[in-house]
């Protein structure tokens, strides 16, 4: 059993930087493929970004554009969402998630993933 939790989140101003991380237990951080997912209020929860075994990486279409980073840490167990220029559009609840694949495996994009935190509210005013 893995559980996963977030931190970093916060009240922050339009064109500010945050960085999310969130830490793992149980389990064997170096076999998961991790993600980081939003859900703002009243939406469906979405992908953002996610990094496999190998380091490899995906993004949303627009997250893809820059301004975030996903990285991860085996020796600390975790995983990190850098997040620069936010915009109020960013303000959500932002979900660490993770799942035990093979090496060769797709990141997944959809919240089929087995563990999932508690999430981490980042708030941005313009």
């Known amino acids: 059993q893995v559980q996963l939790v977030e931190s970093g989140g916060g009240p922050v101003q339009a064109g500010g930087s945050l960085r999310l991380s969130c830490a793992a237990s149980?389990?064997?951080?170096?076999?998961?493929?991790l993600g980081w997912f939003r859900q703002a209020p009243g939406k469906e929860r979405e992908f953002v970004a996610g990094?496999?075994?190998?380091?490899?990486?995906?993004y949303s279409v627009e997250s893809g554009k820059g301004r975030f980073t996903i990285s991860r840490d085996n020796d600390k167990k975790t995983v990190y969402l850098q997040i620069n220029n936010l915009k109020p559009a960013d303000t959500g609840r932002y979900y660490c998630?993770?799942?035990?694949?093979?090496?060769?495996?797709?990141?997944?994009?959809?919240?089929?993933?087995?563990?999932w935190g508690q999430g981490t509210q980042v708030t941005v005013s313009s």
């Open positions: 998630a993770a799942k035990s694949t093979i090496i060769t495996a797709p990141i997944p994009t959809t919240p089929e993933y087995s563990y």
């Open positions: 149980g389990g064997q951080f170096s076999r998961l493929t």
């Open positions: 990094i496999n075994r190998s380091g490899g990486t995906t």
